[in-house]
Nanobody, 124 residues
Framework: QVQLVESGGGLVQAGGSLRLSCTAS????????KGWFRQAPGKEREFVAA????????YYADSVKGRFTISRDNVKNTVYLQMNSLKPEDTAVYYC?????????????????WGQGTQVTVSS
């Protein structure tokens, strides 16, 4: 059973930056598509960004385009989310996702593996 360990969350002022990391415990999954989702209090979990196995394709929610960048290092078995120009509405628990299909890490449906979540709080 693979474990996804996230880090990098915290408290930041509006306009600031954070970089989230998510490392998978098993190298077998180093080339799976990966994604990031977030869930704000009282809201459903929503898609943020996704990346294909070789980083050849990346996808972003409209709300984060131009501000967030997803990347990956298959040697380190890690996916990153660089978040710049943060806004209070970006406040949420951020989850990484790992799945054999790009559709899974873009929709969140039937995703095989989820991280435990890391809190991001943006103050105004």
């Amino acid at each position: 059973q693979v474990q996804l360990v996230e880090s990098g969350g915290g408290l930041v002022q509006a306009g600031g930056s954070l970089r989230l990391s998510c490392t998978a415990s098993e190298r077998t999954f180093s080339t799976y598509p990966k994604g990031w989702f977030r869930q704000a209090p009282g809201k459903e979990r929503e898609f943020v960004a996704a990346i294909s196995w070789n980083a050849g394709m990346t996808y972003y929610a409209d709300s984060v385009k131009g501000r967030f960048t997803i990347s990956r290092d298959n040697v380190k078995n890690t996916v990153y989310l660089q978040m710049n120009s943060l806004k209070p509405e970006d406040t949420a628990v951020y989850y990484c996702a790992l799945d054999p299909s790009m559709n899974g890490v873009q929709t969140g449906k039937n995703v095989n593996y989820w991280g435990q979540g890391t809190q991001v709080t943006v103050s105004s």
